[in-house]
Nanobody
Framework: QVRLVESGGGLVQAGGSLRLSCAASGRAHYVMGWFRQAPGKEREFVAA????????IYADSVKGRFTISRDNAKYTMYLQMNNLKPEDTAVYSC?????????????????WGQGTQVTVSS
């Protein structure tokens, strides 16, 4: 059974940084991605990374501030978030096993983590 576990969320001031991790069960995964959902809003795409980690796509709202990466030897994906803004406040969830690239639609992913809260204060 595939299991995804996020970590690294927390409370940070505007302009600060956080690094999220997504530990996957011990097998290779295809395209992986990060999504977020703020209170009262729909889940939105943040970033995705190809299976080998050589391609990445980002939502316009985070481009230039967030960096997605993965270490396949550790079955772990990361999201480095810099220059955080209050509007980045949300529950961030990782997703795995989209079978095509690029994959920014949440319906493309087969597996989801429980999410980690990120709160950015002004």
């Amino acid at each position: 059974q595939v299991r995804l576990v996020e970590s690294g969320g927390g409370l940070v001031q505007a302009g600060g940084s956080l690094r999220l991790s997504c530990a996957a069960s011990g097998r290779a995964h295809y395209v992986m991605g990060w999504f977020r959902q703020a209170p009262g809003k729909e889940r939105e795409f943040v970033a995705a990374i190809s299976s080998r980690g050589n391609q990445a796509i980002y939502a316009d709202s985070v481009k230039g501030r967030f960096t997605i990466s993965r270490d396949n030897a550790k079955y772990t994906m990361y999201l480095q978030m810099n220059n955080l803004k209050p509007e980045d406040t949300a529950v961030y969830s990782c997703a795995a096993d989209a079978k095509f690239w690029p994959a920014s639609n949440d319906e493309a992913y087969d597996y989801w983590g429980q999410g980690t809260q990120v709160t950015v204060s002004s």
